[in-house]
């Protein structure tokens, strides 16, 4: 991620054009959206890292979406069909498989009509999108203080970052 999208105003608080409360799958696609329109763009969680509950959806496998064709696809939604129709209308199961191949993930249509990520992990998908976010002036906010310095000064202090246990400059796609 970079710094240069954020400034420091007098306050000491970092700026962004627009920040997303929650780190979950509709808080980066929301980041991601705003980020492609040229945004500056700060994801908040209160958890140490983002996308826990997608990394757990993907233990079952990762099931993305259904390949039924869309009036049945729409059914599924119940009373909120009409409600939701614009919005699966402009990113419906095509759209979101070509998402997961844009992010280097290929995707295939169990014998159910469901539709996973070739390898069944949720975690390469993640990792992909993070990557391209941190490419796109998205940053990852952590609402908790930062840790004091420790005796060794600054190498005892560990910034918020996307997922636990990685830092920046460290990421492979």
Known sequence: MSSSSASL????LPTCDVAVVGGGP?????????????????????????????????KGGLNLTHSEPFGPFL?????????????LRAFGPDALRDWARAL??????GTSGRVFPVDMKAAPLLRAWLHRLRGRRCRRRSPRPAPAPSRAGRR????????????RGRHSA
Do not use: I, N, Q
């Not at 105003?9 to 000491?12: E, L, N």
């Not at 980041?31 to 983002?50: I, T």
């Not at 059914?75 to 409600?83: I, K």
């Not at 280097?104 to 249509?109: M, R």
């Open 9 to 12: 105003p007098a306050t000491g």
């Open 26 to 58: 509709s808080g980066l696609m929301a980041a991601e959206v705003m980020a492609a329109r040229g945004l500056s763009v700060h994801v908040f969680d209160a958890m140490p890292s983002v996308g826990r509950k997608f990394l757990l959806a993907g």
């Open 75 to 87: 059914e599924r939604y119940g009373d909120r069909a009409g409600a939701l129709e614009a919005s």
């Open 104 to 109: 280097g993930v290929e995707t295939f249509v």
């Open 156 to 167: 005892g202090r560990r910034r918020a970052g996307w997922l636990p246990g990685r830092r």
